[in-house]
């Protein structure tokens, strides 16, 4: 796995998107404007051909039009192992539904931890294809969102119309 990275900028319905890869893996997929977002000399050089783009527009495009409901991509997401940990966990969130940060807390294995899942659930690099807009509070408030609480009722509002 070489450690240079490449990135790309897809047109999507919550706006640009910049794709990062690390030769064979996704290794980011920012929004515009993101909280924690990395500064642009992380991204390396763009080239929108570097592996694994093509894919990564091809299923990004179809969840945006509905048509797709989980991402099958290499992915390898730089953090913690506990921010590993939480980012793995949202990706059993089912599509059109939604989990308190106390179930996540549980689902990885600490129910008192919500507020450490909370902070590494807005660490998450990989925004729509780790569904980090799936988490909300415990009453169910769009509470907390890296790209902003339009972005996530966006998001949320897709999959719903879409149904599983």
């Known amino acids: 796995m070489t450690t240079d990275r490449a ?8 706006g640009p998107l910049t794709l990062v890869s690390d030769g064979g893996h996704l290794v980011g997929c920012y929004m515009a ?3 924690h977002r990395p500064d642009e000399t992380a991204f390396g050089d763009r080239d929108d051909s570097a592996a694994p783009f093509e894919e990564t527009r091809r299923q990004l495009a179809e ?3 509905g048509e797709r409901t989980e991402f099958d991509l290499p992915l390898a997401p730089v953090g913690t192992e506990f921010q590993r940990l939480v980012w793995t966990a949202l990706r059993r969130i089912p599509y059109g539904q939604t989990w308190s940060y106390g179930r996540l807390a549980t689902e990885v294995g600490n129910a008192k931890a919500s507020r450490a899942v909370g902070l590494a659930n807005g660490r998450n690099p990989l925004c729509v294809v780790v569904p980090c807009h799936r988490v909300v509070g415990a009453s169910g408030s769009l509470t907390g969102f890296a790209g902003g609480i339009e ?5 949320l509002d897709l999959e719903s119309s879409h149904g599983t």
């Open 63 to 65: 969840y945006f039009a």
């Open 151 to 155: 972005r996530k009722k966006t998001l």
């Open 33 to 35: 404007d993101q909280k």
């Open 7 to 14: 990135h790309t900028v897809v047109d999507s319905p919550i």
